[in-house]
């Protein structure tokens, strides 16, 4: 595709339940990232892919977190038993080259309310 | 502890004006510095600063890394109502895979 797909654009959820949120990168790129953004917040990093490993999950907040990538391509954020703290922007980011050596291209995110 | 430190946090000016936008940071071994302009949703990327004191433009805007002084500079000259949008800075250090961004600074151009 042109640009990296996320979806759903929102999502809101109640307390306790699981969400599953989707990326889909740029064609090519074996580098991607997940990061959350909270209001008036930077970015948090959340978890690293370097084709379909994942050499940095230091960002993952709990255990309730978990990614995987499959195919060198989509990649899926779960979160269970969703806290009200959760709640953020979920953004995910592709690159040609790993490690940061070229420029990250960003989705425009998935908005996630926990109720 | 933050590894990036932008300033101002926020900053309004009248079109036409100049501005310069800080980052600061702590690391002295780095693979790269980055800036990121985020409008609404998507991060959009800006430049990527690799060698001390080598200026990079595209248009009205421009960027400087010092890695003596450990900071660098996004300037925008002849501000635009366009330009109105929160600027990032990004450290990709040698430690870990993570890209540490930021707080922001949130420019406000007026007509």
């Known amino acids: 595709g042109a640009g990296v797909s996320q979806s759903p654009s929102n999502k809101v959820t109640e307390k306790g339940k699981d969400v599953e949120l989707r990326c889909d990168p740029i064609?090519?790129?074996?580098?991607l990232y997940w990061y959350r953004q909270s209001l008036g917040q930077g970015l948090e990093f959340l978890i690293y892919?370097?084709?379909?490993?994942?050499?940095?999950k230091s960002g993952l907040p709990s255990d309730r977190f978990s990614a995987e990538r499959t195919g060198g391509s989509v990649s899926t954020l779960t979160i269970q038993r969703t806290q009200q703290e959760d709640s953020a922007v979920y953004l995910c980011?592709?690159?040609?080259?790993?490690?940061?050596?070229?420029?990250?291209?960003f989705g425009n995110g998935t908005r996630l309310t926990v109720t | 502890e933050d590894k990036v430190v932008q300033s101002p946090l926020s900053l309004v000016v009248h079109e036409g004006d100049t501005v310069t936008l800080n980052c600061s940071y702590e690391?002295?071994?780095?693979?790269?510095l980055l800036w990121y302009k985020q409008e609404k949703k998507a991060p959009t990327f800006l430049f990527m600063l690799?060698?001390?004191?080598i200026e990079k433009k595209s248009g009205r805007l421009s960027s400087i890394l010092d890695k003596k002084e450990l900071f660098s500079i996004l300037n925008i000259t002849a501000t635009q109502t366009g330009d109105s949008a929160v600027y990032l800075c990004?450290?990709?250090?040698?430690?870990?895979?993570?890209?540490?961004f930021g707080k922001g600074t949130s420019l406000l151009v007026t007509p």
């Open positions: 990004v450290l990709n250090s040698n430690s870990g895979y993570a890209l540490n």
């Open positions: 980011a592709s690159s040609f080259l790993g490690r940061g050596d070229s420029p990250l291209h």
């Open positions: 064609s090519g790129h074996t580098a």
């Open positions: 690391v002295t071994n780095f693979r790269s």
């Open positions: 690799t060698s001390s004191g």
């Open positions: 892919f370097q084709g379909n490993s994942a050499p940095d």
